[in-house]
């Protein structure tokens, strides 16, 4: 009989998985449980919960536990789905003789693996996690996802709140902590009282760990790289996204409402920390892997393209499933379209245009990459790193 095929979903930098009712992979795991079974993709769909802002090896120790227990109930094979960060998780966890601070056999779990699939990943870093990488850009970055939290439950940001936000984005030299604990607590007291302790015990289970933000900066990555082979016989691929750089046209096409022009200003501000990518930190691309980018976006991407949160070269590793026009957080579902059942929303306004259509259409071209079948097995202990892109 041939073995369960299952899908693990694994959230990114600061992604809460399913707090309550806040589903970060809802709309994904949604179309993938509906076209899944007539691909061949039989068995569980699941979201990971996983730590946030923990390290890469504690995160994919968690990944490796959430492995352990699909085959403890199911059985089969797994392909991983991870967006932004999630990705590298995934990496870690199929790694050839990785060591992960976890009780799981880490062995069983990555023979497991039948294929990798990152979303968005920042594979050689993201200029924006040093930004991030200090006391007041970890108080930023958790207004940043406490308002992500806030826009998919009410649809959108106060625009009082996404301009200051904005404000303290371009004059990061000017954010003094006290306005950005005010500006949470005023989001928070938003919340219905339960939905109030949920986001709080969200977010104190964060605890210290911050360990996250230095791990995906450039420099972080140039060292996981370094040291993270690809598993033999896995099939490795990445979805590649790009928002439009801001200006009049990211403007107009973020729409001319007084809200969507707020969070058009937070979209700016962030894709500038996203430019900052240094030339010697843009990653050489194979024929394979330019073709795809040239034929989405009319040329090779150059690094100061980005989605708002990873530059686009960054996110280039294996085999190009498919790259679109798309901002970090479009791209798993949150677009706006409060008319689609269930609605979707958006956190910000880039402008890129991403709808439902252009959604499908990317989730079942990874469905069927997924579907393929997988490589064979080589024998054990044959392989080793792949450098570079070529990975």
Partial sequence: MARPHHVLLVPGF????????????????????EIGPGLGIDG???????????????????????????????GGEVTIVGHSSGGLDARLVASP?????????????????????????PHYGTPMADFFNNLLGQQLLRLLSLSTIYSLRAGRLPIGVALRLAGLLRRPGARPGGPLEQLFDDLLADFSPERRRLVERFFEALGDDQDLTA????????????????????????????????????????????????????????????ARTPPAKVPPLTLLQAGPLRLAYGRVPDGR?????????????????????????????????????????????????????????????VARWIATPALPRPAAGAGGRRGGPQA
Wanted: some cysteine; hydrophobic content about 45%.
């Fill in 14 to 33: 600061f992604g809460f998985a399913n707090l309550g009712d806040f589903a970060y992979f809802g709309h994904v795991r949604d179309l993938l449980a």
């Fill in 97 to 121: 003789e990785v060591s992960l601070p976890t009780d799981a056999d880490v062995s069983r779990c990555a023979a497991a693996v039948r294929a990798v699939v990152t979303v968005a990943t």
């Fill in 215 to 274: 791990q995906i900066a450039p420099a972080g990555m140039d060292v996981f790289n370094a040291s993270t082979d690809d598993r033999p016989g896995v099939r490795y691929g990445c979805v590649v996204t790009q928002a439009r750089p801001p200006g009049v046209r990211s403007a107009l096409k973020a729409g001319l409402d007084p809200y969507a022009q707020a969070t058009h200003a937070l979209y700016v501000g962030l894709h500038r920390l996203a």
């Fill in 305 to 365: 393209a980005n989605d708002g949160i990873v530059p686009t070269r960054s996110q280039v590793r294996g085999e190009v499933i498919r790259a679109v026009w798309a901002d970090h957080h479009d791209v798993i579902g949150h677009f706006r379209q409060p008319t689609h059942v269930p609605p979707h929303h958006d956190w910000l306004a880039s402008g890129t245009g991403f709808n439902r259509a252009q959604f499908d259409e990317l989730w079942r071209t």
């Fill in 44 to 74: 569980e769909i699941r979201d990971l919960a996983t730590a946030p802002t923990a390290s890469l090896s504690r995160r994919a120790a968690l990944l490796a536990e959430g492995i352990s227990g699909l085959l403890d109930e199911h």
